[in-house]
C-alpha cells in the first residue's frame, strides 16, 4: 500500500522524517499478499517483512473483488487500514487508505493513489492531483504557514522559489 510521504522546507524537520517514513519506500518489487484465514489476496505495491494482510469483503478467484476493508499489520499490529472498491485484488476507485498520521481520501488505481485526492498527514495537507502514489499535476500544500499552490511532478513542486515534496525524500526536490 502506498506509504505517501511528505517533506516541505518550511514544515519541522521532524515532521519530514516521519513523513518519510509513512507514505512511501524503497520497498521490494509489488507482489500479492494473501489472508491465511479466507486465501483472499490482494495486490501490495509495496511489501515488507513480518507484514500480513486481514480482508472483509468478497474474493472471486482468489482475489478481493468488490467494497471491502483490508487491514495492513506490521507483526501482528494494525498500521494501515483501506476501505473502498478492489478490482482484481487491487484497490480501484474511489476509496480511502488510513494510517496512524493521516489519511488519503480520492481516487485509487493499482492500489496506490491516482487522479484526484487528499492527504492529509500531521496538520500538513496535499489537496490535488496524484500518479503513482504522488502529486504530479496541480496541487496545494496547506499548513500552519499557509497555502503553496503549484505544478507537481514526481513529487515534487516544480517552478517555485520554496522546496516542497510529497511521497519523495526533499532531496529529490533539489535539482
Request: charged share 20%; hydrophobic share 35%.
Amino acid at each position: 500500500m502506498p506509504r505517501i510521504r511528505i517533506a516541505k522546507s518550511f514544515i519541522a524537520p521532524a515532521l519530514i522524517l516521519v513523513c518519510a517514513n509513512a507514505l512511501a519506500q524503497t520497498a521490494m518489487p509489488g507482489n500479492y499478499s494473501v489472508d491465511e484465514k479466507s486465501g483472499c489476496k490482494v495486490w501490495n505495491p509495496n511489501p515488507k517483512a513480518a507484514e500480513t494482510i486481514v480482508w472483509a469483503g468478497p474474493c472471486v478467484s482468489g482475489l478481493a473483488h468488490g467494497q471491502g476493508r483490508l487491514q495492513w499489520l506490521e507483526n501482528g499490529q494494525i498500521y494501515e487500514t483501506d476501505e473502498g472498491i478492489w478490482s482484481m485484488g487491487r484497490q480501484d476507485g474511489k476509496g480511502s487508505q488510513v494510517w496512524a498520521l493521516g489519511r488519503y481520501d480520492g481516487e485509487i488505481s493499482n492500489s496506490e493513489p491516482n487522479g484526484r485526492g487528499v492527504l492529509i498527514l500531521k496538520g500538513v495537507r496535499y489537496d490535488g492531483d496524484f500518479r503513482n502514489g504522488k502529486p504530479n499535476g496541480s496541487g496545494a500544500v496547506t499548513s500552519q504557514r499557509g497555502v503553496v499552490k503549484g505544478t507537481w511532478k514526481d513529487g515534487c513542486l516544480i517552478g517555485a522559489k520554496q522546496k516542497i515534496a510529497v511521497g519523495v525524500p526533499l532531496s529529490k526536490c533539489l535539482d
